[in-house]
């Protein structure tokens, strides 16, 4: 996962420049957290990640169209979309706001099945994207 953070933390890589990106990687069981500045994650990243910054770079929001800042959702991840959606910050910041209260009301019910659970993520999915949508156009209003 890669998401951009609002501190002040220095690269662990080169220890020198602002780390801009975290990632998050778990391997046989372990995490491992590595805090990189733009330079080192362009210079030490793994191909495939390499390809995903670029595209950030390149992509807009899905939402409001504006410049894209981070990629991906909860959502996305979920559902097992396979292209690759980017928003950007404002975009981002509301998605979470949405979607964080309605994950914990799910975590809260009493055991359910797969298909339930994951018939009420589709609906939860369609609910952001309708929310999203409106949000979008009464920001702009």
Request: aromatic share 8%; glycine share 6%; net charge negative.
């Amino acid at each position: 996962m890669i998401m951009e953070s609002p501190d002040e933390t220095l690269c662990t890589n080169c220890g020198e420049k602002t780390a801009v990106f975290f990632m998050h990687c778990i391997s046989s069981g372990e995490k491992e957290s590595v805090k990189l500045c733009e330079a080192c994650l362009e210079a030490t990243g793994p191909a495939l990640l390499k390809d995903y910054m670029t595209a950030m770079k390149n992509a807009n929001c899905c939402y409001c169209g504006g410049k894209a800042m981070t990629g991906g959702s909860t959502m996305d991840v979920v559902l097992g979309r396979s292209e690759r959606r980017f928003m950007c910050r404002s975009c981002f910041e509301e998605h979470n706001r949405f979607l964080l209260p309605r994950f914990q009301a799910l975590a809260d019910v009493e055991e359910k099945s797969v298909s339930e659970q994951m018939r009420q993520i589709r609906d939860l999915d369609e609910e952001e994207e309708d929310h999203m949508k409106r949000w979008v156009i009464q920001r702009y209003n």
